[in-house]
């Protein structure tokens, strides 16, 4: 249980998905949640500027926004079009107040099998894009995403790989994601987070569910009733140095099938118990 | 392209699924396929001695059996039980001539988050049984499995895991399996690969699909019909000095559904052009 009850917890935009931005806002209003991470859609759904105003008056923290990247293309126009959009994204994470933009970098282009390309096209791209979100106040988030995802969502399968890419950059420019889901079953999990250090920017859990549900991207479940075992995770963490909040973003037609505040309630107990 | 034709190709048994062994078998000696990789139970329904008699007489060689392991309980029984079984399918391999028993580790205990004990006792059990593996003449081949299978199957990840964990067994008591399905998307395969030098006991492959089907375990498809680049994994597998069978072993409904000879022939065509 973490010592300071929920005032670091975040709430993932994507939890409520089928929920409005307000309507997600008033959710953490009531329940005290004090931080959301922010999804661009819905956002720029509700305007940026509104929703910018929105949160701030609402007393709440944007602790990431989700998310850029899509870097591995081997079109240029399509790569001209990613860096449109993701310096776009970071101009809105700027806006927000978000500390982070998240980058999830992309699978495979269509037809190629040229895994090694592709990886080296997203550290290519990443070097163009960090010193404007330098400038921006805004930093880029690696997220390593599950392996089971490297074909068509992201090649960046590992936390040891993120930081691999992380190196050569200024520790403010890009940083790396921590997300329970994604990094679980990583034998060398720790040892990376401890290598990390303060290069995590965003830390966000879920739980691992067996059997994965028909749409793998739907598999992320509410801590508690999974596999992921928490606590040394989060402390991990914490010994490394990262002082932020703690995200709960969950994938799953179930969670979302139900009622923002029955959702809301179950997250801080599991939260406050099982985190 | 391989230089020998299909000299060095295996048909992993469960490629034909709904056949009986001995259909397996008539169906390599038309096609000209020299190996097989068995698995336990058919095996075991056609009788081990008779299976032995059955490939030699055909003049086909046992490029693998599968599998043992499940070595993570923390039940004293039924550890004891596993070291039976695995005993059991050591002793079978080695009546088959098959060079290698391959090991799936298996996964979490029931209700267990405790994912490095289980690793643990992955360590201890395997202690127990190489050297009893060794005086049966058979080799123990540690398959690290995707990372999706980490909470049901196999709490072995990756390559690295899998040397590391072998690196204080002698090579001929442990070694590993390369599973082009399992290890396609780690950032370090090629460098763990090369390290593993003569510990590669078994090279298998099949093609990594999207989406994956609703059952995550009938995923691995026919070479070509995925995502997996195979020439310079077949190739770094080569250098690290590997000259042992290719085994084609494919989990796939719609393989499944396909009468045998059309499945052998068109992994015949894929292998010697993709592989």
Redesign the interface.
């Known amino acids: 249980m973490t010592a300071n009850g929920i005032a670091q917890l975040s709430l993932n935009q994507k939890t409520l998905n089928r929920y409005s931005l307000p309507a997600a806002v008033a959710e953490c209003v009531r329940a005290g949640i004090p931080a959301m991470g922010l999804w661009r859609e819905p956002v720029q759904q509700h305007g940026v500027t509104e929703a910018a105003e929105l949160v701030r008056s609402n007393g709440l923290r944007v602790s990431s926004l989700c998310r850029g990247g899509f870097l591995t293309t081997d079109s240029p126009e399509e790569r001209a079009a990613a860096l449109r959009d993701n310096r776009l994204a970071i101009d809105e994470a700027a806006q927000l107040g978000a500390p982070c933009l998240v980058l999830v970098v992309g699978g ?1 282009p269509n037809g190629s ?3 090694a390309g592709a ?1 080296r096209r997203v550290v290519d791209t990443l070097a163009e894009l960090a010193p404007y979100a330098e400038r921006r106040g805004v930093r880029l988030a690696l997220e390593a995403l ?3 995802y ?3 969502r992201a090649v960046l ?2 936390l ?2 993120a930081l ?1 890419i992380a190196d050569p950059f200024p520790e403010n420019q890009v940083g790396v994601v921590v997300d329970t889901f994604h990094v ?5 999990l720790f040892e990376q987070i401890e290598r990390a250090g303060s290069r995590i920017a965003s830390f966000q859990v879920c739980d ?1 569910l ?3 549900p ?3 991207l739907l598999g992320r479940g509410m801590m508690g009733d ?4 928490f606590p040394p995770i989060r402390e991990a963490v914490r010994r490394a140095g990262y002082t932020g909040d703690t995200e709960v973003e969950i994938f799953n037609d179930e969670v979302w099938a139900t009622p923002a505040d029955k959702v809301v309630d179950t997250m801080i107990e599991r939260y406050l118990h099982l985190v």
Do not use: F, N, Y
């Not at 679980?184 to 060398?188: F, Q, T």
């Not at 999974?226 to 075992?229: A, E, K, N, S």
């Open positions: 495979l099998k040229d895994l990886r599950h392996p089971m490297c074909a068509d399968s590992t040891e790989q691999d679980w079953w990583d034998p060398k691992w067996t059997p994965l028909a749409d793998v999974g596999h992921i075992d």
